[in-house]
């Protein structure tokens, strides 16, 4: 069992930076690939960005990539989300999710565990 706690998120002017952290229980979090995900209201949730349990592959959404970057540390069981150049379309809550294989997926269905989310607001 994996649980997962995201911080970080808040209210930013578009152009702005946040870094969202997601912090992990368990020993077995090095071997899991992490994602992150966002849902705006009246959207279903999509995919933004994973890593594999190695750091040596990451995938992003078009919609982010040259803005946002992933990244973890394994000795710490924490994945980190950093988020430049936000725009009001950024606008979500953005959840965390761990992938018990050795795949790096982008789709909702492949996680199987999920933080509670934590709010992205970005003013124009």
């Known amino acids: 069992q994996v649980q997962l706690v995201e911080s970080g998120g808040g209210l930013v002017q578009a152009g702005g930076s946040l870094r969202l952290s997601c912090a992990a229980s368990g020993r077995t979090f090095s071997s899991y690939a992490m994602g992150w995900f966002r849902q705006a209201p009246g959207k279903e949730r999509e995919f933004v960005a994973a890593?594999?349990?190695?750091?040596?592959?990451?995938y992003y959404a078009d919609s982010v990539k040259g803005r946002f970057f992933i990244s973890r540390d394994n000795a710490k069981n924490t994945v980190y989300l950093q988020m430049n150049s936000l725009k009001p379309e950024d606008t979500a809550v953005y959840y965390c999710a761990a992938e018990a294989s050795s795949r790096v997926g982008v789709f909702t269905y492949e996680y199987d565990y999920w933080g509670q989310g934590t709010q992205v607001t970005v003013s124009s």
């Open positions: 890593i594999s349990w190695s750091r040596a592959i990451t």
